[in-house]
């Protein structure tokens, strides 16, 4: 069964800190993978997703993530946050039957 | 705003009752998934609904089920509630259903709280 792990369950930084969240994922075949946001009191929202192609994916709000596939890994990074950053993230492997694995989610404070 | 809807927004209510859950899915999309967050568990899978029928299942107990009814909306219903049931319960919905991936799109979700 596929597995995800985000290591930092919390993580609080200053405005304009950059940020790398960790994401690993357990499957040895093609994966799709995928980061979600959830703002305070908002649904889950696409960040961005890596189907193949370039490691480096560029998604929303100036977020990008790095596909690592020796490492089993696609961490979230971000060069400068902002205060309206403060959100939980969470990490996803996408398997056959359009089944969403999420890891459990790493809740980002900004510090204005 | 998503375009997937989901009522109620909370539901309070006791050990041992049972409680409906509805959501209904962006206009046009066929699947629907279900997925419960809590703070132990983090967010897992339920079931997946493609146009009425039943695609797969996650980690739903046996005191949930659910269906989608041919308008495609989705009822999630869990009966015999325990404490643990306490959750933010979450529906998704997708166009499609298949082997390749179909963005899911989620909804505000319903907090559940029982007590």
């Known amino acids: 069964a596929q597995s995800v792990s985000q290591h930092n369950h919390h993580v609080i930084l200053s405005e304009a800190a950059s940020l790398e969240l960790g994401c690993n994922y357990s499957y040895g075949g093609t994966v799709n993978l995928f980061w979600y946001v959830q703002y305070p009191g908002q649904h889950l929202q696409l960040l961005l997703k890596y189907f193949s192609g370039d490691p480096l994916v560029k998604g929303i709000k100036g977020f990008e993530a790095e596909f690592i596939k020796s490492k089993f890994s696609f961490n979230l990074r971000k060069p400068s946050v902002q205060w309206s950053d403060t959100a939980e993230y969470f990490c996803a492997v996408y398997n056959a039957g359009n089944m969403l694995t999420f890891g459990g989610g790493t809740r980002l404070m900004v510090k204005p | 705003d998503s375009g997937v809807t989901q009522t109620p927004k909370h539901l309070i209510t006791a050990t041992g009752q049972r409680v409906t859950l509805r959501c209904s899915p962006r206009?046009?999309?066929?699947?629907v998934y279900w997925y419960q967050q809590s703070l132990d568990q983090g967010l897992q899978f339920l079931i997946h609904y493609y146009n009425g029928e039943e695609r797969a299942k996650g980690n739903i107990l046996e005191r949930f089920s659910a269906q989608q009814f041919p308008d495609l909306h989705s009822e999630l219903n869990l009966s015999s509630l325990e404490l643990g049931d306490s959750a933010l319960y979450f529906c998704?919905?997708?166009?499609?259903?298949?082997?390749?991936?179909?963005?899911?799109?989620f909804g505000p979700g319903t907090r559940l709280t029982v007590l």
């Open positions: 998704a919905s997708s166009l499609l259903s298949g082997v390749t991936y179909n963005e899911q799109f």
């Open positions: 206009s046009g999309d066929l699947s």
